[in-house]
């Protein structure tokens, strides 16, 4: 007789701290799970209960009682399904990370998250005490084992959950997104079930988290590999899976498998997703852009109009004598294809102003990168000053390729809130921006075919500064993500004494970055929680 095991995977966006909201989205969940699908089981993600990842939040005494109340709230409410929900258990001093199968104000098993990861914007050595033993429930004939993330990236775990009688394995996870973070999820599963012949449930979350962005891409796969469920990217719904058990054989029963998005379409949509979140979740009624008629503050624009709604985005253009004719209609078009609220103010009278106060310091001092700097911080004034005012937060548009050499002015156009492009190599913005215009045409296609600039001088060009940005970037990619020396960098057919200066930039620039906003981490290692390198430092490349 075969025995049958309706799973609904909920794949949800969660909000770190908010455990009394999380809490009412994890019983209306269960609840929807149970009366519209007619599931025995609703899985939800790692530490659902009070959103990952929480970091020294959970070290606060307060937290500990609104999750053990959290878990007594759901075991009460929810009757008639099984729950698996992940949350912080606390024991004396001690903290799990774990999670616990519920059913009718029953505990049918808890679980202690076994690997914790301390690698990348992981630290959980930091706050967790790793788990020793697997777990398993039984569930209408079935047993099933849990896991929490990590536990699938290493043997170990699912092989326990397997000796303990496991006839699959459930793992609950908060795993960020970055690019090919999916095929590397599926291609990691694979190995488990291979090694210990057992099949395998993957719930993930989704929505933002300061930089992180929880893509979901939620899988099932059976015992020998194959793939039989795949859930859609960045999208909050409940899944259903079904496992079929006969004897001691059991099936995972094939479903919708969506097809993986082009790199360009995954990290657009994150960085849609991750500026939705950011500001919805700070409570921000909008937000506020300066377009410069270059091709970041175009990207920028177009994905905060695309996570917001072009009534919750507004756009300033400040011209000055270097502004081109060019960037002044570009900007504007956008502004109208958009349908956005769209200001100008020039910044002549705030720059002269400024200059003449200093000119009594300045006496006798050629121009230089100064005079540049006052302009994009005349520009930061007036930006940080609508923010103030309306209470709109300031959108960054600054990308990687310039944050990693220092080509930003500090207190200018660094000034900000949030920063969505910020991981984003100049030549994967043009990418993003080449592919939004496939969905619609909304940046003027001057911007993303015309040379950069910053326009802060007469004729300037990006590249009077920096090597072309087809060398930056793979120089900048190979030290930043792969940590490459300068020989190993110059043997991929690079010129040694660029890729010395390139480095030298980077070094030197460390002070800026720190005082930069937050930004949507989408590649391998991005500027923030998984990059600390020191200010001080007496480190000088070649060495």
Known sequence: MTKKV???????DLAVGAVAANTAKIIDYSKRARDELRADLVVFPELSVCGYPPEDLLLHAGLRRRTEKAIADIRDAVSGIAVVVGFPEYEDDTIYNSCVALADG?????????????????????????????AVFHLKGVTIGLAICEDIWRPGPVAAARAAGAQCVIAINGSPYEINAQANREQTARARVSESKIGLLYVNMVGGQDELVFDGGSFAMRADGDLCFRAPAFSEDLYEVTLSA????????????????????????????????????????????????????????AIACDALGPDRVRAVMMPFRYTSKMSQEDAALQATTLSIRYDIIPIAPIYDATTTQLEPIFKGREQDVTEENIQARCRGLLLMAISNKTGWMLLTTGNK???????????????????????CSKTMVYRLGHYRNTLGQVIPQRVLTREPSAELRPDQKDSDSLPDYAILDPILEAFIEEDLS????????????????????????EYKRRQSPPGIRISSRAFGRDWRYPITSGYRFPE
């Open 106 to 134: 029953e505990t049918l098993c808890s679980y202690r998250k076994q690997l914790l990861p301390n690698y990348s914007v992981f630290d959980e050595e930091r706050y967790f005490t790793a788990g020793r033993q697997a």
């Open 246 to 301: 006969a004897a001691d054989e059991l099936d995972i029963d094939k479903s919708r498998i969506d097809e993986p998005e082009s790199v360009e379409a995954s990290v657009y949509r994150a960085l849609v997703t991750g500026t939705r979140d950011y500001v919805d979740k700070h409570g921000f009624a909008g937000v506020v852009i300066g377009l410069s008629g270059g091709v970041d503050s175009a990207v920028v624009l």
């Open 401 to 423: 390729s310039e944050m990693a050499v220092g080509y930003a002015t500090l207190y200018g156009d660094m000034a900000g809130g949030f920063a969505p492009i910020q991981d």
């Open 6 to 12: 309706k799973v609904a995977l909920a794949q949800i």
């Open 486 to 509: 300068v020989d190993e960098i110059a043997e991929r057919g690079f010129d040694r004494e660029t890729v010395i200066r390139v480095l030298e930039m980077v070094r030197r620039n």
